[in-house]
């Protein structure tokens, strides 16, 4: 009966989270597909996805204080209603200024109306993070992957759901009918949420973050584990390489595409997102998930330096679709591993955390590579000169300037990731995630039940795990007098000393006789 309603709950809000995810990311594709239809401006295109992320960025460790101090469900309806808000807003701008204006790239009702949409979008970052610590809440933590897979799965179809609805609505029905709605889609979360129950405590607030900007309470949890930090500045690289394909995708495939057919080519990419997901949730990541992470990218590097390499269509979609088969993966490793070697009650900061550092990446990447695209690589290449120079590659075509920065985008990308596995992070932190405990710190600790038969069943002493070696839990936090941190510690849980050899060894003998 428990873990019927856990898994009820857990359904529960993977489908309101569907719901929402494929109305932001429905307008914010809309606004590109409108923006880039109407101005031709791969800049305009670039800067707002790199203004998105940036906002992402911003307030992502926010975002994560929020989900430790509350109620996962409270927070969800917190996104939901200001979501709901935003888009109106944009909707009341809408029919109170022209096209003209809000198309007018250098006024500033342009920016403001974007702004307003993309702040909307952002809010959903609110409950991916508390979607991503309510796996560990609800979930027991050998199907984490498996869970983190489904949860590819569901951004897989809002995707897909997202790429043939934004191209077609903007192509048949235009911006006005677009932000209708966005704006009851919207809603609808709102009320799918009144019905939805999550079996969970009240957490308890932590007295070392008083403000909602916890910094220094997500760098201390980060720092527990040894190599975390270092799998998120790969993350957080990667995302930079990543920035170059979210900047040049949608310019990329509007040459080839109108935009209601770009849509529906989007939508046949994206069923890589749903068959990269649910393969996670049927097979998970292995034991070594930094180790299948590490590999994945390495074939994502080479798939994203190769898909463009003719300016044929076939070719672009099915690299698209291997390259999103691939990102489900990616992501649900990064979270398995938080999710068990992070004590619960500090996972939505870490998380948070480690979204504002990737988030930060492909802003960077967009507003840097959008102007020089657009200013330089392209014009060069369809110049003599590059034309001449790189068509033994990459033959001939509109946007063989594209092509071009996204081949060596994938090829550094390919280099970094095999580079990763000679790190000392990476081995410490795949040593850590193999032998530390389950459910150290779990949610039991995170606050008081309100409801007793919500709760998990308290392992048997035959069941609790046996101390491993101290070398693997070096950590820089104060050393314990008269041994060393216990595998509990090493994650953030209440600080022990974890018995020597001999001193194992004795209480065995102890024990037969």
Known sequence: MKATAETRAFANVLVNTLIANVTTSFLWFALTFWVYIETQSVLATGVIGGAYMLLVAFFSMVFGTIVDRYRKHTVMVLSSVVSAIAFGAAGILYLWQPESTLLDIGGPWFWLFALIILFGGVIEQLRNIALSTTVTLLIPEE?????????????????????????????????????????????????????????????????????????????????????????????????????????????????????????????????????????????????????????????????????????????????????????????????????????????????????????????????????????????YMREGEGRMQWHWLLGDGEARGIALICLFAGLIMVVVAGLAFLTGSYRRLTELYVQAPADAGGPEDAGTPTDAGSQREEPDAADEPVAQPAALFETTLDPVPGGVLDPVAARGGAAGVAPSVSDAAEAERDERT
């Open 143 to 379: 199907r984490h992957a498996n869970a983190n897979g489904l949860v590819g799965t569901v951004q897989g179809i809002a995707f897909l759901i997202t790429s043939v609805f934004s191209g077609l609505s903007i192509g048949f029905l235009g911006m006005g009918w677009t932000l209708v709605i966005a704006i009851a889609a919207m809603m609808l979360t709102f009320v799918h949420l009144l019905f939805v129950r999550i079996p969970e405590g009240a957490p308890q607030r932590d007295p070392e973050a008083p403000s909602a900007l916890d910094f220094r309470g997500s760098i201390a949890a980060i720092r527990r584990a040894p190599g975390l930090f270092a799998l998120i500045v790969f993350s957080t690289f990667n995302n930079l390489i990543g920035g170059v394909y979210m900047a040049l995708m949608d310019p990329y495939g509007l040459t080839l595409f109108n935009a209601q057919m770009w849509g529906i080519m989007l939508a046949v990419g994206s069923t890589g997102f749903l068959v990269g997901g649910a393969l996670v949730a049927k097979f998970g990541l292995s034991r070594r998930p930094v180790r299948t992470m590490l590999l994945v990218v390495i074939a994502m590097g080479v798939i994203g330096a190769l898909f463009m390499v003719r300016e044929w269509w076939p070719l672009y979609v099915v690299g698209m679709w291997m390259y999103m088969l691939l990102v489900p993966p990616v992501e649900a490793a990064e979270q398995t591993v938080i999710q068990k070697v992070v004590p619960y009650a500090r996972q939505g900061r870490v998380f948070g955390m480690a979204a504002a550092m990737e988030a930060a990446a492909a802003p960077v990447t967009a507003f840097l590579i959008a102007p020089i695209a657009e200013f330089v690589i392209i014009p």
